[in-house]
């Protein structure tokens, strides 16, 4: 499985950025995309995921009503639309793919994804 983000930079506070995950290599019918992000000094947290089975979504409190996840499922392209951004969004952030389709808060952390692109980072200026 290979993942590979893209769309990280710099914006100003208030500002939006979208970033995509390829992901390829493999041959599962349905799976899960998970978006994280990890500051400097702080552990990896999860930001939301998305299921290919049903398009569900699930997303973390700190970025519900901000950010949105969708997909292209015909391209295995995966995004993430982030709005009204903050300083404390700054991080990198990654994709990771689970083969259990289902989402939720209970199992879209971080464990539960065995899969990992390498990240972007995002920066968001005050």
């Known amino acids: 499985v290979q993942l590979v983000e893209s769309g990280g930079g710099l914006v100003q506070a208030g500002g939006s950025l979208r970033l995509s995950c390829v992901a390829s290599?493999?041959?599962?019918?349905?799976?899960?995309i998970g978006w994280f992000r990890q500051a400097p000094g702080k552990e990896r947290e999860g930001v939301g995921c998305?299921?290919?089975?049903?398009?569900?979504?699930y997303y973390a409190d700190s970025v519900k009503g901000r950010y949105t996840i969708s997909s292209d499922n015909a391209k295995n392209t995966f995004y993430l639309q982030m709005n009204n951004l903050k300083p404390e969004d700054t991080a990198v952030y990654y994709c990771?793919?689970?083969?259990?389709?289902?989402?939720?808060?209970?199992?879209?952390?971080?464990?539960?994804?065995?899969?990992w692109g390498q990240g972007t980072q995002v920066t968001v200026s005050s």
């Open positions: 990771a793919l689970k083969q259990w389709w289902i989402v939720g808060p209970a199992i879209c952390g971080a464990g539960d994804f065995g899969s």
């Open positions: 290599g493999f041959t599962y019918e349905d799976y899960a």
């Open positions: 998305i299921s290919t089975e049903d398009g569900s979504t």
